[in-house]
Structures are given as structure tokens and as C-alpha cells.
T-cell receptor, first 113, second 115 residues
């Protein structure tokens, strides 16, 4: 599976926007970009995913570079509850037979009041 | 609440013992995935089942085994336990077997401590 590179940690202030970067220079044409986050003492939870176009949902926005070699997860107004480890994952199309996600180390986001 | 239920939440046992972790997927989800999370290894994919059949295998040790039953719940069996098996074990479920856009829903995990 193609690899992603994320900063180990980032800090943000409460109520300010946060841009979490992810590099995936070996992405293939059919790889989807997924973001999950894991709050302390909880299981990972889905945040957003996309293929080529930018995506928005109630939790965040995903900006995908035109060459798809990088993407950015945007939290528009960080709250203390957004402090978590954020994982950027490439999900390959195995023809419908496998759906597992391969997690890297992610970015630990700290939010200061 | 993701809708995925894992039991037990906490388990303490001794080396050499055997334990079973149980997972009930979200209603309607046919796929179940098991992950192991330890401090030094991060989240490691172990195995995936879809509608009772094994679909993908990750870094699962031979001492570990899993199955998915007709009612779609799954069990992860860990035997001959070692200190290094102490970890959080997560179960996840999804509607489909695979595909690149499907979302996984994770349970809250079972924390296993081997003494």
C-alpha cells in the first residue's frame, strides 16, 4: 500500500482553524484518501474521505492537491474535543474483497484553550 | 456511539493463558475487522471477515485466531499469551467487504493486560 507522511505533532489554539497536512507522493490513481481520528481512550472514528475533489462534511474539510500527492485536513474552528491523533490513510481498491485500513503513526493534535 | 460493541472492556490474565474477545458489529454490517494497538506498534491490522469468510489477513500471530459466526458477531481468540500481547484490541465493522470508499466503524476496544 502507498505510504503517507504526516507531522508527528501539531498545536492549535481553541476556536482557530487547523490545517493538518499529509504527503502521499506514491498515491495511485484509484487510491482514496481517508482521514480518521482517535480521541484519547477511544477507538478511531471516521472523519472524511475523498478521491480528487475537495470534500466538506460537518466535521471537517479535505483539500486535495491537483496532482493528488498531498492533502490537507481542515478543522475550521478547533475545540478542545478535537485534541486527538489524526490519521491520513490511502485506501486502495482491491476489487471489493478487502476493506481494511492500514494506519500509520498519525499527527497528534493538541488544542490549547 | 459507533454501534460496535466489544466485550470485555478490560481483561487481566497471566502468561500462558487463553482469552476470547467478542465483537458485535453494527446492525446490517457484514464485515468485521480486528486491530491491535500497543504503545510501540501503533494500530496494527490483524484480520478481516466478511459474512463469515476470512477476507484479509494482516500481522496476526499463529497463536491468535478469529471467526465470524452466522449472526455476524466475531470472536478473537488469543492463546499462549505473552507479556507482549498486552494491548488494546479494537473491532471495527463496515457494510461492505471492501471497496475504497467504505467507512469503518470502531468499537471502544478491549484492554488486555498479561501479567
Amino acid at each position: 500500500d502507498a505510504k503517507t507522511t504526516q507531522p508527528n505533532s501539531m498545536e492549535s489554539n481553541e476556536e482557530e482553524p487547523v490545517h493538518l497536512p499529509c504527503n502521499h507522493s506514491t498515491i495511485s490513481g484509484t487510491d482514496y484518501i481517508h482521514w480518521y481520528r482517535q480521541l484519547p481512550s477511544q477507538g478511531p472514528e471516521y472523519v472524511i474521505h475523498g478521491l480528487t475533489s475537495n470534500v466538506n462534511n460537518r466535521m471537517a474539510s479535505l483539500a486535495i492537491a491537483e496532482d493528488r500527492k498531498s492533502s490537507t485536513l481542515i478543522l475550521h474552528r478547533a475545540t478542545l474535543r478535537d485534541a486527538a491523533v489524526y490519521y491520513c490513510i490511502l485506501k486502495r481498491n482491491y476489487g471489493g474483497s478487502q476493506g481494511n485500513l492500514i494506519f500509520g503513526k498519525g499527527t497528534k493534535l493538541s488544542v490549547k484553550p | 456511539d459507533s454501534g460496535v460493541t466489544q466485550t470485555p472492556k478490560h481483561l487481566i490474565t497471566a502468561t500462558g493463558q487463553r482469552v476470547t474477545l467478542r465483537c458485535s458489529p453494527r446492525s446490517g454490517d457484514l464485515s468485521v475487522y480486528w486491530y491491535q494497538q500497543s504503545l510501540d506498534q501503533g494500530l496494527q491490522f490483524l484480520i478481516q471477515y466478511y459474512n463469515g469468510e476470512e477476507r484479509a489477513k494482516g500481522n496476526i500471530l499463529e497463536r491468535f485466531s478469529a471467526q465470524q459466526f452466522p449472526d455476524l458477531h466475531s470472536e478473537l481468540n488469543l492463546s499462549s499469551l505473552e507479556l507482549g500481547d498486552s494491548a488494546l484490541y479494537f473491532c471495527a465493522s463496515s457494510v461492505v467487504a471492501g471497496g475504497p470508499s467504505g467507512e469503518l466503524f470502531f468499537g471502544e476496544g478491549s484492554r488486555l493486560t498479561v501479567l
